[in-house]
């Protein structure tokens, strides 16, 4: 699999993704809001765009697909709840749907409501030569997790994590919506100060080079992000300081529904 991360450079720091076979050179453009930026890196690699993928239906994640459908003709995948949502979807996507990009990606659609009740993840099985990999739209952040107040509920991305997000393999690379890491860390911090991880990354993250890329996995995940540290008792003592109906052993539905809260606020 060949993968370009596209960082748009709006306020709301989105990434698109163009994702090509390297045997066919035939990609499929994740969420393409930036529709000519997307058009010329493809033009640059010499890739031909045969699909859109939409992983919700969000506008700065859609805005971008007319033109460039327009542009090369692909055929445009959405989740199966979206199709009254997001124009013209030629496919549907239910959980463990394929979509095949040339001769030697594939795809796998997970359903992962929460952040809206049609978002799709998409995820590539790792192999011999390469690790897997999650391209996790407004789900999954670096350090974060989606929020849920353009169509969502906090208690079902909860359900969402802990049936399918957690469960991903350590080495399973993480390729998000948007590029919020240093603000989440800094929220990860804010709920658990004591957190070396989180501390030492921050620091690299802020002399971190605006024109390269940083990748994570869910092992780092599950170091840094403090929604993936819903037993840490740093993490809960302190929530129970603000909601003092969480109790002595609260559950993970619990811990994660309530960072979700104050994560809204913060």
């Known amino acids: 699999m060949l993968v370009e991360q596209i960082a748009v450079n709006n306020s709301l720091r989105n990434y698109m993704y163009l994702i090509a076979c390297p045997e ?10 930036a529709h000519e930026l997307l058009l010329a890196k493809a033009q640059e690699l010499g890739w031909s765009i045969r699909g ?13 697909n007319e033109p460039v459908i327009k542009a090369t003709g692909a055929t445009l995948y959405a989740h199966e709840h979206a199709l009254d949502k997001i124009a013209n979807v030629d496919v ?23 952040h809206t009740f049609c978002h799709t993840c998409l995820y590539l099985m790792g192999n011999d030569s390469q690790p897997p990999a999650l391209f996790s739209g407004d789900t999954l952040f670096n350090a974060g997790v989606g929020n849920c107040g353009g169509g969502g509920n906090p208690q079902t991305l909860y359900q969402t994590f802990a ?3 957690f469960l991903l393999p350590d080495a399973t690379r993480v390729y998000p919506g948007h590029d919020y890491i240093v603000n989440n860390l800094r929220f990860t911090l804010d709920r658990e100060p004591g957190n ?20 994570s996995n869910i092992a780092m995940e599950r170091l840094v992000n403090t929604f ?11 929530l129970r300081e603000r909601f003092s109906d969480l109790g002595e052993s609260p559950d993970q539905e619990a811990v994660f529904v309530k960072l979700r809260e104050c994560r809204n606020s913060w």
């Open 52 to 64: 859109v993928i939409n992983t919700h239906e969000h506008h700065d994640h859609i805005g971008g």
């Open 163 to 165: 049936k399918q997000i």
């Open 24 to 33: 066919t050179r035939e990609a499929v453009a994740i969420d393409p809001l």
């Open 92 to 114: 549907a996507l239910r959980a463990g749907d394929s979509v095949q990009v040339g001769t030697s990606v594939e795809l796998i659609a997970l359903d992962t409501p929460g």
């Open 228 to 238: 993936f540290r819903l037993d840490s008792q740093e993490v809960i003592s302190l």
């Open 196 to 215: 070396a991880a989180a501390q030492s990354l921050l620091v690299a993250m802020e002399q971190w080079p605006s024109d390269k890329h940083f990748i």
